[in-house]
């Protein structure tokens, strides 16, 4: 089975940088993905590591240390309009059929006040 | 663009109803999944499938089943509808990809709110 724990909620400033962790237990791990979920919205993807090391898209960046089992989301230059729930994902190789089934945490809420 | 499309947004049902939940994607995906999400416990695989007429339990089956008779379709049924399936039903489709590569992300339909009295 797969395990993944994240913050229920963080609160940050516009303009500031904020990181959120996200801790995994899994066997046969196939990749970690984050998304962000506006309130009454559909998920949407926002990046993907399979490797260590850090990914970076504009103002948000992803890492990842697979020995640690640890990934976070790091949000720069803040805005009002980043305020979601931020779901980390983890891909496990598949046993039988189809892969790319994944197990998501329960998210975190962040909150970006003035 | 890729869509995905569910068939309402807000369902109201009632207690031992047989309830479809409809899901349309435009891309070609080979894999579709259902998904019910609740407040404090996140996004829970339901039912998946990677292929026409293939299907795979996920996290969470009990009480629903699905078809795929279409590859852009994949429907959830609920046989008999109860109180504790009152939830937000979520479908998501990608691509079948080699494993290493990252194109595969799960693009998400709006979301079903399904609510069993």
């Known amino acids: 089975g797969q395990n993944i724990d994240q913050p229920t909620e963080m609160t940050a400033t516009e303009g500031a940088i904020v990181q959120i962790n996200c801790t995994y237990q899994?066997?046969?791990?196939?990749?970690l993905f984050w998304y962000q979920q506006h309130a009454g919205e559909a998920p949407t993807f926002l990046s993907y590591?399979?490797?260590?090391g850090l990914e970076e898209k504009g103002r948000f960046s992803s890492f990842l240390s697979r020995s640690k089992g640890y990934s976070y989301l790091l949000l720069k230059e803040l805005q009002m309009k980043d305020s979601a729930s931020y779901l980390c994902?983890?891909?496990?190789?598949?046993?039988?059929?189809?892969?790319?089934?994944?197990?998501f945490g329960t998210g975190t809420q962040l909150k970006v006040e003035l | 663009d890729v869509k995905v499309t569910q068939s309402s947004r807000y369902l109201v049902k009632r207690t031992g109803e047989k309830v479809f939940l409809e899901c349309v994607q435009d891309?070609?995906?080979?894999?579709m999944f259902w998904y019910r999400q609740d407040p404090g416990l996140g996004l829970r695989l339901i039912y998946f499938?990677?292929?026409?007429?293939?299907?795979e339990k996920g996290d969470i089956p009990e009480g629903y089943s699905v078809s795929r008779e279409k590859k852009e379709r994949f429907s959830l049924i609920l046989e008999s509808a109860s109180t504790n399936q009152t939830s937000m039903y979520l479908c998501?489709?990608?691509?079948?990809?080699?494993?290493?590569?990252?194109?595969?992300?799960?693009?998400f339909g709006p979301g079903t709110r399904l609510t069993v009295l």
């Open positions: 899994t066997s046969g791990f196939n990749g």
């Open positions: 998501a489709s990608s691509l079948f990809a080699p494993w290493d590569r990252d194109d595969n992300e799960q693009f």
């Open positions: 994902a983890v891909r496990a190789v598949p046993l039988t059929g189809g892969g790319n089934k994944l197990t």
């Open positions: 590591n399979v490797l260590d």
């Open positions: 891309m070609d995906h080979e894999n």
């Open positions: 499938s990677y292929d026409v007429k293939m299907k």
